[in-house]
Structure formats: structure tokens, C-alpha cells
């Protein structure tokens, strides 16, 4: 009988448990209404109708338009050093000079052997001359029946050797011509001339030091036009495009803006950052831009001209819808709104459909409120929405 009964008194405890619990919620949810009706003090603004742009900010560092190293292409000593740090040059400009007396003596030599090879030609072509009218002789003497065919045969025979040992001659002239050249070029880059036009960003040598091929000696920039490199998001990536202009700044000069342009994209990303490179170029005529100076970048998206615009501050996301809070007409209370918005620019954002225009704006305390909330207008300038 006992166990019967104690399963009874356990159900009635829950049974009444569940009432109170169930009756308890009901006076909440009764109470709601009576906590709408407190006056919550809020501030509005009017809705704006202005121009509002989409704009991609980026991050990056300047380098220069082009970065040379000088080298040289033999081992020396460096004789001469005509510039340093931040010289302007031109392009063909010497810029060092190293030592080239050994070089000079053989300039001077093959210019001699050259010499020889010419003497040794004029010669033997002299030899070829006198054969020809040898054997031009041999063959008159012949046609008249008083020569030999020994005797021809024998005329025929020295000037076919003196036409070869003519060209062996030339042949010979042509080597020396060559291996002057040679030498002409190796003692040519014992003085180094500069590429291009710009100026010396780096001296890395002395006058006296000793030159190596694998070894750099100066670094030449041109400055008249700079770029920087920026990681764009793939959501980004497909809104740009080539030759589109941008606006570049740097903290060296807070109040300049510089034109800058998209030079090249990158055809693929990066798939650990899921970015891809994009280079920017920037005209720099005054110089002003330097390498290595922190660029912050800006592109415009998209622009929305003549739009209704509120702040960013208003907008209340609730159950995944869009909304925001506009004063009723009774100027009392307020009244949710689902909206669609549209283009975001920093705090301000482009309200496409659901607001007439004629309505207040909930801003300040837009989150406290709810859907017929008595409220307090506190004064608040439309020029807030800035």
C-alpha cells in the first residue's frame, strides 16, 4: 500500500509545481506591456539624402619604380668614384672607374699585331699581282707556239699559291681586328655608366677597394614614378581592375593626396590568405615619395549619388531582419521598420527601401527600445547623422 501511495504524492507535488511555474510566466508576459509604457529617453536624427561611396582601404610600403645594383663584370681596383649618396645622374653617366694599365698594354699590343697582319697582307697581295702577270705572260708566249705547257702549268701553279696565301693574309687580319675588339671591350668595362637616369640610393665601395663580380657597388633608383604592393580579399579582388585610379597618402605629407592607378593584378591567390597581390603605381614628379614610406591606399567601389542615408548606429538587427526605429506620428512613441540597406561608408549607411522621407531616425537608445515604446525625444541636430 505504501508504495502505492508515495508515487500519488510525488505526481501532486509536480502537478502544482507545474501550475505555479506556468501561472508565474503568464503574469510576466502581462507585465510586458506595462514596461513598454515607460518612457525611454532617446535621440533621433532626420533622414539625409546625400552621396555615399563604397571604398576599399589598403595597406602598404612605396618602392621605387626601378632598383638597379652596379656591378662589375671584371675584378680591380676601384681607381675612381664619381658620385655618392643621393646624387642625381643620367643615364651613360661614368659612375666608377677602375684600375686598367694591364688591359691598356694590351690594347696597345693587338693594335700592333693588327698593324703586322695589314703589312703582311699588302705584301703578299704585291706577290699575287706579279703572278697573275706571270702567268698572263706564260700564256701569250704559249699562244704564239714559243712558250712551253711547262712553263704555263708552272705560272698557274705560283698564282693559285699566292691568290691562298693572300687570304690566309686577310684571314689574319681579321683575327687581329677581332682580338682588338676584345681587348677594346675588356678595358671598356673597366669604366662603369650607369643604366639610367635617378639617383644613388646606396654606396657600398671605396676608391681603393677591390671590385668583385659577385660583390655589389652602388644601388641606382628612379624615383619618378613609385609603387606599392597591397593584398586585396577575394571578395574584393573581382571590383578592381587595370589602370583604375586610386588615392594613395602617406604621414610624411598628412595633407597631400597623390593619384595613383592599378598596374598589374595578379591572375591567382594566395590559398593560405585567400589575397591576391595587386601593384599600384604612383606618379611622383616633385619627388615627394619616397621608398619605404607607409601608403595607405584608397579605391573607390562604387558611388551612390542623391541617396537616403542614416547612421550606422541606428540600424538594430533583430531575428536576422534589418530594422530600425522611427518616431510615430503621435511624436510619443517610436515604431519598427525592416529596411533594406545598401552601400556602407564609415560610420553612415545607404537605406534602400522602407522609410519614407519624411520620418525621424532612432539613434542613440535604438537598442533599449521596442516596437511602440513610449519615448522622450531628447534634442539632438540633424547634422548628427555625420
Same mark, same amino acid.
Given at each position: 500500500?505504501?508504495?502505492?501511495?508515495?508515487?500519488?504524492?510525488?505526481?501532486?507535488?509536480?502537478?502544482?509545481?507545474?501550475?505555479?511555474?506556468?501561472?508565474?510566466?503568464?503574469?510576466?508576459?502581462?507585465?510586458?506591456?506595462?514596461?513598454?509604457?515607460?518612457?525611454?529617453?532617446?535621440?533621433?536624427?532626420?533622414?539625409?539624402?546625400?552621396?555615399?561611396?563604397?571604398?576599399?582601404?589598403?595597406?602598404?610600403?612605396?618602392?621605387?619604380?626601378?632598383?638597379?645594383?652596379?656591378?662589375?663584370?671584371?675584378?680591380?681596383?676601384?681607381?675612381?668614384?664619381?658620385?655618392?649618396?643621393?646624387?642625381?645622374?643620367?643615364?651613360?653617366?661614368?659612375?666608377?672607374?677602375?684600375?686598367?694599365?694591364?688591359?691598356?698594354?694590351?690594347?696597345?699590343?693587338?693594335?700592333?699585331?693588327?698593324?703586322?697582319?695589314?703589312?703582311?697582307?699588302?705584301?703578299?697581295?704585291?706577290?699575287?699581282?706579279?703572278?697573275?702577270?706571270?702567268?698572263?705572260?706564260?700564256?701569250?708566249?704559249?699562244?704564239?707556239?714559243?712558250?712551253?705547257?711547262?712553263?704555263? @702549268?708552272?705560272?698557274?701553279?705560283?698564282?693559285?699559291?699566292?691568290?691562298?696565301?693572300?687570304?690566309?693574309?686577310?684571314?689574319?687580319?681579321?683575327?687581329?681586328?677581332?682580338?682588338?675588339?676584345?681587348?677594346?671591350?675588356?678595358?671598356? @668595362?673597366?669604366?662603369?655608366?650607369?643604366?639610367?637616369?635617378?639617383?644613388?640610393?646606396?654606396?657600398?665601395?671605396?676608391?681603393?677597394?677591390?671590385?668583385?663580380?659577385?660583390?655589389?657597388?652602388?644601388?641606382?633608383?628612379?624615383?619618378?614614378?613609385?609603387?606599392?604592393?597591397?593584398?586585396?580579399?577575394?571578395?574584393?579582388?573581382?571590383?578592381?581592375?587595370?589602370?583604375?585610379?586610386?588615392?594613395?597618402?602617406?604621414?610624411?605629407?598628412?595633407?597631400?593626396?597623390?593619384?595613383?592607378?592599378?598596374?598589374?593584378?595578379?591572375?591567382?591567390?594566395?590559398?593560405?590568405?585567400?589575397?591576391?597581390?595587386?601593384?599600384?603605381?604612383?606618379?611622383?614628379?616633385?619627388?615627394?615619395?619616397?621608398?619605404?614610406?607607409?601608403?595607405?591606399?584608397?579605391?573607390?567601389?562604387?558611388?551612390?549619388?542623391?541617396?537616403?542615408?542614416?547612421?550606422?548606429?541606428?540600424?538594430?538587427?533583430?531575428?536576422?531582419?534589418?530594422?530600425?526605429?522611427?518616431?510615430?506620428?503621435?511624436?510619443?512613441?517610436?515604431?519598427?521598420? @525592416?529596411?533594406?540597406?545598401?552601400?556602407?561608408?564609415?560610420?553612415?549607411?545607404?537605406?534602400?527601401?522602407?522609410?519614407?522621407?519624411?520620418?525621424?531616425?532612432?539613434?542613440?537608445?535604438?537598442?533599449?527600445?521596442?516596437?511602440?515604446?513610449?519615448?522622450?525625444?531628447?534634442?539632438?541636430?540633424?547634422?548628427?547623422?555625420?
Amino acid at each position: 500500500m505504501k508504495f502505492i501511495v508515495l508515487p500519488c504524492v510525488l505526481a501532486s507535488c509536480l502537478g502544482i509545481g507545474w501550475a505555479v511555474f506556468v501561472d508565474s510566466q503568464h503574469q510576466g508576459d502581462l507585465d510586458l506591456p506595462r514596461a513598454r509604457t515607460e518612457a525611454v529617453a532617446v535621440e533621433v536624427v532626420d533622414l539625409q539624402t546625400r552621396d555615399i561611396e563604397e571604398i576599399l582601404e589598403l595597406v602598404g610600403s612605396l618602392e621605387a619604380g626601378r632598383d638597379v645594383e652596379i656591378r662589375s663584370r671584371v675584378s680591380g681596383q676601384i681607381q675612381a668614384l664619381s658620385v655618392d649618396v643621393g646624387d642625381s645622374i643620367t643615364a651613360g653617366q661614368q659612375l666608377v672607374r677602375i684600375e686598367s694599365s694591364q688591359q691598356q698594354e694590351l690594347v696597345r699590343q693587338a693594335e700592333a699585331l693588327k698593324k703586322v697582319a695589314i703589312a703582311e697582307l699588302a705584301a703578299q697581295e704585291l706577290r699575287a699581282k706579279a703572278a697573275l702577270q706571270e702567268f698572263e705572260r706564260q700564256k701569250d708566249l704559249r699562244s704564239k707556239r714559243v712558250g712551253t705547257a711547262q712553263q704555263l @702549268e708552272a705560272a698557274e701553279s705560283k698564282l693559285e699559291i699566292a691568290r691562298a696565301e693572300s687570304r690566309l693574309a686577310a684571314s689574319k687580319v681579321d683575327r687581329s681586328e677581332s682580338e682588338l675588339e676584345g681587348t677594346r671591350l675588356a678595358l671598356a @668595362e673597366r669604366v662603369i655608366a650607369s643604366p639610367m637616369s635617378g639617383h644613388v640610393a646606396t654606396r657600398l665601395v671605396q676608391v681603393g677597394d677591390l671590385a668583385k663580380t659577385d660583390l655589389a657597388l652602388l644601388r641606382i633608383v628612379d624615383l619618378t614614378t613609385v609603387r606599392t604592393t597591397v593584398h586585396v580579399g577575394e571578395s574584393d579582388y573581382r571590383q578592381l581592375r587595370e589602370d583604375q585610379l586610386t588615392e594613395v597618402r602617406v604621414d610624411t605629407y598628412p595633407d597631400e593626396v597623390f593619384v595613383g592607378r592599378v598596374e598589374r593584378m595578379a591572375p591567382v591567390l594566395d590559398p593560405q590568405t585567400r589575397t591576391a597581390v595587386v601593384y599600384i603605381a604612383v606618379d611622383n614628379p616633385r619627388g615627394l615619395l619616397k621608398p619605404g614610406m607607409h601608403a595607405r591606399v584608397r579605391v573607390r567601389l562604387n558611388l551612390h549619388e542623391g541617396v537616403s542615408v542614416i547612421p550606422l548606429s541606428a540600424v538594430v538587427e533583430r531575428a536576422g531582419r534589418k530594422t530600425i526605429f522611427v518616431v510615430a506620428e503621435n511624436g510619443g512613441s517610436v515604431q519598427q521598420v @525592416e529596411v533594406e540597406l545598401g552601400l556602407v561608408e564609415g560610420n553612415r549607411v545607404e537605406v534602400v527601401s522602407g522609410l519614407r522621407p519624411d520620418v525621424r531616425v532612432v539613434t542613440l537608445g535604438s537598442h533599449l527600445v521596442v516596437d511602440g515604446q513610449d519615448v522622450q525625444v531628447m534634442d539632438e541636430p540633424a547634422s548628427t547623422a555625420d
